[in-house]
């Protein structure tokens, strides 16, 4: 599924209060991955539940990489399991259960910022600054789910990602702006090579920006619908691609995962990370809410 071209009328997108196929190169998603590791960091055992985008189990059911695939799961799960244990569950709610009777102390939900069904301890809005909030209008005219004016009310903190200047909706906000940026952890890999590269994204394009920024030579772009099931007839046609430009094949984590192992060979990845641009003010807004490792209190619940 593509999102229409009229959602993204200036000034843009704005992942924490959009619909899955509006979020800018799945920004949300990163950020949940962070996120996590800041837990994991700290020795405190997060879980994390999420819907399984995509995928066919119900749930409860944690997720296991070796025996689970996107089809199964969702690919956004199979990322965050390599993080943090990760739950799939339709319904959050025993879902949680579950993550907590496993040792949990601290759940990350995933895309539950809309859920009244669960009662957050922090709830994070995830911004991208480049493209703001789209044409500012609710589904199916635009892409929000909700007004922006009502979402950021219920926010405790709002993270702008990319370095353009800040939204004018937000000029106003009364909760912490926190400012971090998605960058290339092996971008100098790519620099003046020949590529092909393909992606079934939220927003491809800002994957094929970011190669040729970091100098690749694109021979060819492939854009794919958000969460595209790949086959091997469109493996096979890549292929035949970069072998005709001399390229090599690259892709982004999440489509790396719903290529079945059999189709992997020859195809590289982009790793990317969400790098924070202040981690004092990162610490101030999540501290409160961060049990200590081994301290015994209860679960706490976020959303990023």
């Given at each position: 599924m593509?999102?229409?071209?009229?959602?993204?009328?200036?000034?843009?997108?704005?992942?924490?209060?959009?619909?899955?196929?509006?979020?800018?190169?799945?920004?949300?998603?990163?950020?949940?991955?962070?996120?996590?590791?800041?837990?994991?960091?700290?020795g405190i055992s997060v879980h994390v539940v999420t819907?399984?985008?995509?995928?066919?189990?119900?749930?409860?059911?944690?997720?296991?990489?070796?025996?689970?695939?996107?089809?199964?799961?969702?690919?956004?799960?199979?990322?965050?399991?390599?993080?943090?244990?990760?739950?799939?569950?339709?319904?959050?709610?025993?879902?949680?259960?579950?993550?907590?009777?496993?040792?949990?102390?601290?759940?990350?939900?995933?895309d539950g910022f809309q859920n009244p069904s669960v009662a957050k301890d922090l709830s994070l809005v995830v911004v991208d600054a480049e493209y703001g909030f789209g044409n500012g209008r609710v589904m199916p005219a635009g892409p929000l789910r909700e007004p922006v004016a009502a979402g950021l009310a219920r926010a405790d903190a709002l993270v702008l990602i990319g370095d353009a200047p800040t939204p004018s909706e937000l000029s106003g906000a009364?909760?912490?702006?926190?400012?971090?940026?998605?960058?290339?952890?092996?971008?100098?890999?790519?620099?003046?090579?020949?590529?092909v590269a393909?992606?079934?994204?939220?927003?491809?394009?800002?994957?094929?920006?970011?190669?040729r920024r970091l100098g690749g030579q694109l021979v060819a772009t492939h854009a794919f619908g958000d969460h595209h099931p790949y086959r091997g007839k469109d493996i096979a046609e890549l292929r035949e691609t970069a072998a005709r430009g001399n390229a090599?094949?690259?892709?982004?984590?999440?489509?790396?995962?719903?290529?079945?192992?059999?189709?992997?060979?020859?195809?590289?990845v982009l790793d990317i990370e969400v790098r924070w641009r202040d981690p004092v003010m990162l610490h101030r807004v999540l501290d409160p809410f961060l049990p200590q490792a081994g301290d015994g209190r209860d679960a706490r619940a976020a959303r990023g």
């Open positions: 593509r999102a229409p071209e009229f959602w993204h009328e200036p000034p843009g997108l704005a992942a924490g209060l959009l619909a899955p196929a509006g979020a800018a190169w799945d920004l949300a998603a990163r950020l949940r991955r962070a996120v996590a590791r800041l837990f994991t960091d700290r819907r399984g985008y995509r995928g066919k189990a119900a749930g409860p059911v944690q997720v296991d990489p070796a025996r689970h695939d996107a089809d199964a799961v969702g690919d956004e799960a199979l990322l965050l399991a390599a993080v943090a244990p990760c739950w799939v569950a339709k319904d959050r709610a025993p879902g949680i259960a579950a993550a907590v009777k496993a040792g949990a102390q601290a759940i990350l939900l995933d009364s909760c912490p702006v926190l400012r971090a940026a998605v960058e290339p952890m092996n971008g100098d890999r790519f620099r003046n090579a020949r590529i393909f992606a079934g994204i939220g927003r491809p394009e800002k994957f094929f920006a970011m190669l090599q094949l690259l892709t982004t984590a999440k489509d790396w995962v719903r290529l079945h192992p059999g189709l992997r060979a020859g195809i590289e």
